[in-house]
């Protein structure tokens, strides 16, 4: 069974730091590439960092630039997104996603599997 669970959403205040967490189990996850992309109320999906299956390579959106950074750890079988300098436009849903392998770019619609959310809210 493919699971996918995300962690480590709240409120923050602008400014502030948070970091998720991603927990894969039912697929090798060192074969799959990874992605964080988000949903703001109202909104479609955005694409916001990517990482290879390596972990050797990132990838982000311009406006999280400087101040988001992803990573995996591979024995724990965990994605991560570190996010600093928050903003209230980062309020968001945000999903963890798998492809199997590496993509020419991070389509969310390329991606198999997919967490369930977690929110983020970034308010005063």
């Known amino acids: 069974q493919v699971q996918l669970v995300e962690s480590g959403g709240g409120l923050v205040q602008p400014g502030g730091s948070l970091t998720l967490s991603c927990v894969a189990s039912g697929f090798t996850f060192s074969n799959y590439a990874m992605t964080w992309v988000r949903q703001a109320p109202g909104k479609g999906l955005e694409w916001v960092s990517g990482?290879?299956?390596?972990?050797?390579?990132?990838i982000y959106q311009d406006s999280v630039k400087g101040r988001f950074t992803i990573s995996r750890d591979s024995a724990k079988n965990t994605l991560y997104l570190q996010m600093n300098n928050l903003r209230p436009e980062d309020t968001a849903v945000y999903y963890c996603a798998a492809r199997y392998r590496n993509p020419v770019a991070y389509r969310p619609s390329e991606f198999r599997y997919w967490g369930q959310g977690t929110q983020v809210t970034v308010s005063s």
């Open positions: 990482i290879n299956s390596g972990g050797g390579s990132t």
